[in-house]
Nanobody
Framework: QVQLVESGGGLVQTGGSLRLSCAVS????????MGWFRQAPGKERELLAA????????YYEDSVRGRFTISRDNAKKTVYLQMNSLKPEDTAVYYC??????????????????WGQGTPVTVSS
């Protein structure tokens, strides 16, 4: 069984930065590709970024490319999302997800094996 716990969300001003963390329990973290998603009130869940099990391959949606960076530390069983130049439209609940295949993470309907409970991010104008 794999459990994901996000942390690092909070309130930040426009232009600020946050780093989200997703700690993963279970022995096979390094076998999983990881992704970050977000869901704003009244909107569908949105893919942001994904990273392969090795960390060698990453994927970014256009909406965050150049501002957000995904990374992972397999020794710490943690995946990160560094978010810079935050905007009010980045306000949402942010979720991490895990799947053995990065293609599943980046392809609708995003049927990932495991999801975290989410951490809220609010960007004030």
């Amino acid at each position: 069984q794999v459990q994901l716990v996000e942390s690092g969300g909070g309130l930040v001003q426009t232009g600020g930065s946050l780093r989200l963390s997703c700690a993963v329990s279970g022995r096979t973290f390094s076998s999983y590709a990881m992704g970050w998603f977000r869901q704003a009130p009244g909107k569908e869940r949105e893919l942001l970024a994904a990273v392969s099990w090795s960390g060698n391959n990453t994927y970014y949606e256009d909406s965050v490319r150049g501002r957000f960076t995904i990374s992972r530390d397999n020794a710490k069983k943690t995946v990160y999302l560094q978010m810079n130049s935050l905007k009010p439209e980045d306000t949402a609940v942010y979720y991490c997800a895990a799947d053995r295949t990065i293609v599943v993470i980046i392809s609708p309907p995003y049927a990932c094996d495991y999801w975290g409970q989410g951490t809220p991010v609010t960007v004030s104008s």
